[in-house]
Nanobody
Framework: GAAVESGGGLVQPGGSLNLSCEVS????????IGWFRQAPGKEREGVSC????????YVKESVKGRFTISRDSAKKTVHLQMNNLKLEDTAVYYC?????????????????????WGKGTLVTVSS
């Protein structure tokens, strides 16, 4: 499998961005796609995840209410809509995919790692 992110950029505080992740190499919908981010000088953290088969999603508490994840199974694409962006949302955002079968919460909270990772897209929130 492989994952490719797009949609990063520069945005002012309070603004919005929509990130996309397109995956390949999965023959069914039994896989999960997750979004992770790494801010300068910080550890990578999970943000959100969705199960492509039934759309069950998990969103990290710290971004809940501002970030929404959605999927287009036919296009093997997942979107992360980020609203009301804050300075602390500045990070490289990575998408990853995994077909092992752990629930999304376990990937986002760091109990398990995903197998296939994109190269990341930079999101900068600045005035």
């Amino acid at each position: 499998g492989a994952a490719v992110e797009s949609g990063g950029g520069l945005v002012q505080p309070g603004g919005s961005l929509n990130l996309s992740c397109e995956v390949s190499g999965f023959s069914s919908d039994y896989y999960r796609i997750g979004w992770f981010r790494q801010a300068p000088g910080k550890e990578r953290e999970g943000v959100s995840c969705i199960f492509m088969y039934d759309r069950v999603a998990y969103v990290k508490e710290s971004v809940k209410g501002r970030f929404t994840i959605s999927r287009d199974s036919a296009k093997k694409t997942v979107h992360l809509q980020m609203n009301n962006l804050k300075l602390e949302d500045t990070a490289v955002y990575y998408c990853a995919a995994d077909a092992v079968g752990y629930v999304c919460a376990d990937y986002i909270e760091g109990y398990y790692d995903m197998d296939y990772w994109g190269k990341g897209t930079l999101v900068t929130v600045s005035s």
